[in-house]
C-alpha cells in the first residue's frame, strides 16, 4: 500500500479530500499543486505510517523504501542532492493532523545542512552570513524540537554573544559571530544529549521524522485532544517540503492571511508580511509586520498573483482559506492552505455573503454556523481585548457576561435595581423567593448547585447570565464579604462574571453589546426552511412567551405553573393553601388565588395566540412555598423575646408545625407532581379552571387557543387515568358554563424511569409525551440534580463521565429510555406528539439526539430558541 504521498508541479499524488490520510497540511499542499498553484515541491508521509509507528516505534521495510524514493524524486526535481557539499537540497519538515492541533512539533527549517554542505550554501548564494544564519537556526531548532532541548540554553548564547560583540540586536550579528554560534550549539547538544550533532541529513530527516510522530504523544497535544474532543488514534502525517526563503532581500519576504476578514467577515484581503525574513519572524513578533495591502507597492507582480491565487482557492474551496506564502526573491510559492478560524460575526457574515455571491447553497450556509457562535451572539459578551483577573471558576451555567455590585441578599439586589444600580446577586444557592433579586441583578453566582440548580434553569430562563456551583467562594454574610482564592470581595464591590465559560473576575470589565442582525436573522430563516424538528420553549410569563416567539418559538412546550405561585401578592393566599387544614378551607384559599392564576395564562395564551401551549399543574412538593425553618425560629424568638401579644406567636408557631410536618427527607422523591393532584385535587382544579376560563374568554374573542395540560411526575398508568379524569371534568364543566368548545389536549410529562417502560400504557391515556429529562436523569442516574456539583466535576476528571448528565443528554443510558418509552408509546398511537421539555432540549448535541430519535419538537428556553432553530436544522442536513 501507499505510504507517502508526493506533491509538486506536475507529479502529485493526493488531493483535498485525503485529509484523513495526508493531515490537513498535506492535503491542503496536494490540492493546490493539482490546481496549479506554485508549491516547493515535497512529499508527505500518512498518518497511518504514524500509527504504526508508535505502536512498534518503528517502519517496514515499505515505508522506508517509498521514503527513500520519494527523496530521489525530490533530488531530481530540483536538481539538488541532500547534503550536497557543492550544492545542497535544504527541507522543512513539519506536522500535520487532520486537524491543527497545537502542542505537537510543529516545524523544523533547513534541514540538511551540515559542517560541509553549509560552505557549499554560502557558495552558491555568495553570502556565507546567509547561510550561518540558516545553518545556527537550524541547530537551535533541531536541538530544541527534536532533541527535546530546552530552547532557552540556545537563547542565551546568542545573548552572550551579543553582549561580546557589544551589539543590540540578532541581526548586528556577522558570518563569523553566527559560524561560532553554530560552533557553540552544537556543543550544546553534545553536552545536553551525549551525543554529536548529527552530520548525515539523511540521519537527521530520520530523527525529525520520528520526533513529529513522537510528538502526536507529548503531555500538551494529549490534553489538547481531550479538550477538543480529537481522537486518540488518528496519529499525524509528515510534511517534507523543498526550503524556499523569503529573507534572500528586498524582493523576498513571508507572510500570513485570510482570504477574507477573520473578525468581521468582510469580504476583504486581510492579513501581514515582513520582508526579507523567514517564516517563523512574522510569528514570533520580533519585527512588526506589516499590512498585506502594502505588499502591493513592494513586490508588485508577487502581490497580484497572491491575490488571484486567493480567489482561486476560495472558489474552490468554497470557504475562507488561510494561506501561508513565501516570496523568495520575487518569486511566490505558497505554503499552506486550510479553513480558516472565524469569530461568530464574521461566521454568519461569511455565511449569507457566500450564499450571495452564489459559493455555496443555503444548507452548507447553515452548517457553517455553529450554535457557539449565536449563543455568543446573543449575549453581552466581555471584551476581547480586556485585561482580564479571573479569580475562580464555576459552572457556565447561563452564557453571557455581566458586571455589577456584588450584593448577598434577592432584597439588596432589588433595591440597588430602584436605584439604578447594577448588581450581581452572590448566593449560597436560590430558591423560588429570590427570583425577584435574580431579575433584577444583572448575573447570579451561586456556591452551589448543578447546571440544573434552580439559579442555572431560571437563569437561563431569564437569559440571565449565571455562574453556578462556585465552591471556591464562601459567603459570609455576617462581615458582609466574600472570600475567593485569597481574595476578599465586599459588599459593594464590582465584579464581573463570564457565564459561557464560568468565570468569575474581580473588578469592572468592558461588555460588548449583543444584537440579531439581518445576516443571522437569514441564516435562522433558512434553518426553518431546512428543519423538520419543531422547536417551542420553555416559559412561564407573558414577557417571555413573546421574547421567545420573537426568537421564534413555534408554542410553548413547558409553562411550570409553580413559578406564578411565588409573586409577592400570591405567596399569603398560596400559604393559606398549604396551613388550610380541611379541603373546604382549601378550596376557599384557592378560590384566590384562581383569578391570579387565570390573569397568567391570558396573558401567557395572548403572546402564543395560534400556537400551542403546553401547561404543567402544580410540580414541587408544597414546603417549597414556606419559609425557612430556621427563619421562621428566628422570627418566633424575636416575637418572644420582645413579648409580643397580638396572637402572632401562635401563627407562627403554626406555621412551624406545618413546615415540619411537610419536611420530607427525599423532596425531590416525595409528595410532588400527580401525587400532590391526587392527594389535593382541588389544586389542580382550581389551576385547570383558570386555564380553560381563560381560553374560553380569549376564544370568545376570536382568538385560537390550543391549551395542552400536562401532568407532572407520571410512573403508573392510574396515576395519569386517575387525574386525566378529574382534568377532563372540569376543562368539559368550563367549557359548558362558558358555552364555548375548545381544543384542548390532556398529556403527560415521561421524566420516571417506570413511565418510559410503561410508555404503552401510559400512551392509552395521553395525547402527547414531553419528555422531562431533568428528572428523568435524576432518577435513571440517582443522581441529585441540586447536589452534583459536589461529585460530577471529579468524576469528569477521573474520566468516570464525560459530560455532566444534566447538561448534555447521555444518550446511552437516559437516551436507551427514552427511545423504549417513544417505541412503546407509538406502539399504541402511532402518531403521538412528542417533545423534549428538560433543559437538554436547548444543548446541540441533545438536540441532534433529539431528531435521531424522532422526537416531534423540543422546548427549551428562550434564549436559546435561536440555537435550537439552528441545530434542529443541521440534524437534517
Ligand atoms: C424535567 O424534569 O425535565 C422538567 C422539565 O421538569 P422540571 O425541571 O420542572 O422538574
Ligand atoms: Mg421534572
Not at 191 to 209: C, R, T
Not at 298 to 325: G, R, S
Not at 332 to 338: C, H, K, N
Not at 683 to 702: F, K, S
Amino acid at each position: 500500500s501507499k505510504f507517502v504521498y508526493f506533491f509538486g508541479k506536475d507529479v502529485t499524488d493526493g488531493k483535498a479530500s485525503m485529509r484523513d490520510l495526508l493531515g490537513g497540511k498535506g492535503a491542503g499542499l496536494a490540492e493546490m499543486a493539482n490546481l496549479g498553484i506554485p508549491v516547493p515541491p515535497g512529499f508527505t508521509i500518512t498518518t497511518e505510517v504514524c500509527v504504526l509507528y508508535l505502536e512498534g516505534k518503528k517502519y517496514s521495510e515499505e515505508v522506508l523504501k517509498q521514503v527513500e524514493e520519494a527523496i530521489d524524486k525530490l533530488e531530481t526535481l530540483n536538481n539538488k542532492k541532500l547534503g550536497d557539499p557543492e550544492d545542497p537540497l535544504l527541507v522543512s519538515v513539519r506536522s500535520g493532523a487532520r486537524v491543527s492541533m497545537p502542542g505537537m512539533m510543529d516545524t523544523v527549517l533547513n534541514l540538511g545542512l551540515t559542517d560541509k554542505s553549509v560552505l557549499g550554501l554560502a557558495n552558491k548564494v555568495n553570502d556565507e552570513r546567509f547561510a550561518y544564519d540558516c545553518y545556527r537556526r537550524f541547530i537551535s531548532m533541531f536541538g530544541d524540537v527534536v532533541l527535546g532541548i530546552d530552547f532557552e540554553k540556545f537563547e542565551s548564547l546568542i545573548e552572550d554573544k551579543k553582549k561580546e560583540l557589544k551589539v543590540e540586536s540578532d541581526t548586528d550579528l556577522d558570518a563569523k559571530a553566527l559560524k561560532d554560534l553554530a560552533e557553540r550549539f552544537k556543543g550544546v547538544i553534545k553536552l545536553e544529549k551525549g551525543f554529536e550533532f548529527p552530520q548525515d541529513p539523511k540521519v537527521q530527516l530520520q530523527m525529525a521524522i520520528d520526533a513529529v510522530f513522537d510528538s502526536w504523544n507529548n503531555p500538551r497535544a494529549i490534553t489538547y485532544r481531550k479538550l477538543n474532543e480529537i481522537d486518540d488514534s488518528w496519529g499525524t502525517a509528515v510534511n517534507v517540503q523543498t526550503m524556499v526563503y523569503g529573507n534572500r532581500g528586498n524582493t523576498s519576504g513571508t507572510g500570513v492571511a485570510f482570504t477574507r476578514n477573520p473578525s468581521t467577515g468582510e469580504r476583504k484581503f486581510f492579513g501581514e508580511y515582513l520582508i526579507n525574513a523567514q517564516g517563523e519572524d512574522v510569528v514570533a513578533g520580533i519585527r512588526t509586520p506589516d499590512f498585506i495591502d502594502t505588499l502591493g507597492n513592494k513586490i508588485p507582480e508577487a502581490y497580484n498573483q497572491l491575490v488571484d491565487i486567493c480567489k482561486k482557492l476560495e472558489a474552490h474551496f468554497k470557504d475562507m482559506q488561510d494561506i501561508e506564502f513565501t516570496i523568495q526573491e520575487g518569486k511566490l510559492y505558497m505554503l499552506q492552505t486550510r479553513t480558516g478560524k472565524r469569530t461568530a460575526a464574521a461566521a454568519v457574515k461569511l455565511a449569507t455573503d457566500m450564499v450571495a455571491e452564489g459559493l455555496i447553497d443555503k444548507e452548507t450556509a447553515v452548517t457553517r454556523v455553529k450554535a457557539e457562535h449565536i449563543d455568543l451572539l446573543l449575549h453581552p459578551r466581555i471584551d476581547p481585548n480586556a485585561k482580564l483577573e479571573v479569580v475562580a471558576k464555576g459552572l457556565p451555567a447561563s452564557p453571557g457576561a455581566a458586571v455589577g455590585k456584588v450584593v448577598f441578599t434577592a432584597e439588596a439586589a432589588e433595591e440597588m435595581a430602584e436605584k439604578g444600580e447594577k448588581t450581581i446577586l452572590v448566593r449560597t444557592e436560590t430558591s423560588p423567593e429570590d427570583i425577584g433579586g435574580m431579575a433584577a441583578a444583572q448575573g447570579v453566582i451561586t456556591v452551589r448547585g448543578g447546571m440544573t440548580s434552580h439559579a442555572a434553569v431560571v437563569g437561563r430562563g431569564m437569559g440571565k447570565p449565571c455562574v453556578v456551583g462556585c465552591g471556591d467562594i464562601s459567603i459570609d454574610t455576617k462581615s458582609g464579604l466574600f472570600m475567593v482564592n485569597g481574595h476578599t470581595v465586599k459588599e459593594h464591590d464590582y465584579v464581573t462574571i463570564d457565564g459561557s465559560t464560568g468565570s468569575v473576575i474581580i473588578g469592572k470589565v468592558e461588555l460588548i453589546d449583543a444584537e440579531i442582525n439581518e445576516d443571522l436573522k437569514k441564516i435562522l430563516q433558512w434553518a426553518d426552511e431546512i428543519r423538520t424538528l419543531g422547536v417551542r420553549t420553555n416559559a412561564d410569563n407573558p414577557a417571555d412567551a413573546g421574547l421567545a416567539r420573537e426568537l421564534g418559538a413555534e408554542g410553548i412546550g413547558l409553562c411550570r405553573t409553580e413559578h406564578m405561585f411565588f409573586g409577592e401578592e400570591r405567596i399569603p393566599a398560596v400559604r393559606e393553601m398549604i396551613m388550610a387544614e380541611d379541603e373546604k378551607s382549601r378550596r376557599k384559599a384557592l378560590k384566590k388565588l384562581l383569578p391570579m392564576q387565570k390573569e397568567d395564562f391570558l396573558g401567557i395564551f395572548r403572546s402564543m395566540e395560534g400556537l400551542p401551549v403546553t401547561i404543567r399543574l402544580l410540580d414541587p412538593p408544597l414546603h417549597e412555598f414556606l419559609p425557612d425553618k430556621e427563619e421562621l425560629d428566628a422570627k418566633l424568638r424575636e416575637l418572644e423575646a420582645s413579648g409580643d401579644s397580638s396572637g402572632k406567636i401562635n401563627e407562627v408557631k403554626k406555621v412551624i408545625q406545618r413546615v415540619v410536618s411537610l419536611k420530607e427527607i427525599n423532596p425531590m422523591l416525595g409528595h410532588r407532581g400527580c401525587r400532590l393532584g391526587i392527594t389535593y385535587p382541588e389544586i389542580y382544579d382550581m389551576q385547570v379552571r383558570a386555564i380553560m376560563e381563560a381560553a374560553c374568554e380569549l376564544t370568545n374573542e376570536g382568538m385560537k387557543i390550543t391549551p395542552e395540560i400536562m401532568i407532572p411526575l407520571v410512573g403508573l398508568v392510574k396515576e395519569l387515568a386517575i387525574t386525566r379524569e378529574e382534568v377532563c371534568k372540569m376543562a368539559e364543566k368550563v367549557m359548558a358554563e362558558k358555552g364555548v368548545k375548545i381544543d384542548y389536549k390532556v398529556g403527560t410529562m415521561i421524566e420516571l424511569p417506570r413511565a418510559a417502560i410503561v410508555a404503552d400504557q401510559i400512551a392509552q391515556e395521553a395525547d402527547f409525551f414531553s419528555f422531562g429529562t431533568n428528572d428523568l436523569t435524576q432518577t435513571t442516574f440517582g443522581f441529585s440534580r441540586d447536589d452534583v456539583s459536589k461529585f460530577v466535576p471529579i468524576y469528569q476528571k477521573a474520566g468516570i463521565i464525560e459530560h455532566d448528565p444534566f447538561a448534555v443528554l447521555d444518550q446511552e443510558g437516559v437516551g436507551e429510555i427514552m427511545k423504549i418509552g417513544i417505541s412503546k408509546g407509538r406502539s399504541v398511537k402511532p402518531d403521538l406528539k412528542m417533545g423534549i421539555c428538560g433543559e437538554h432540549g436547548g444543548e446541540p448535541r441533545s438536540i441532534h439526539f433529539a431528531y435521531d430519535i424522532g422526537l416531534n419538537y423540543v422546548s427549551c428556553s428562550p434564549y436559546r430558541v435561536p440555537i435550537a432553530r439552528l441545530v434542529a436544522a443541521q440534524s437534517t442536513i
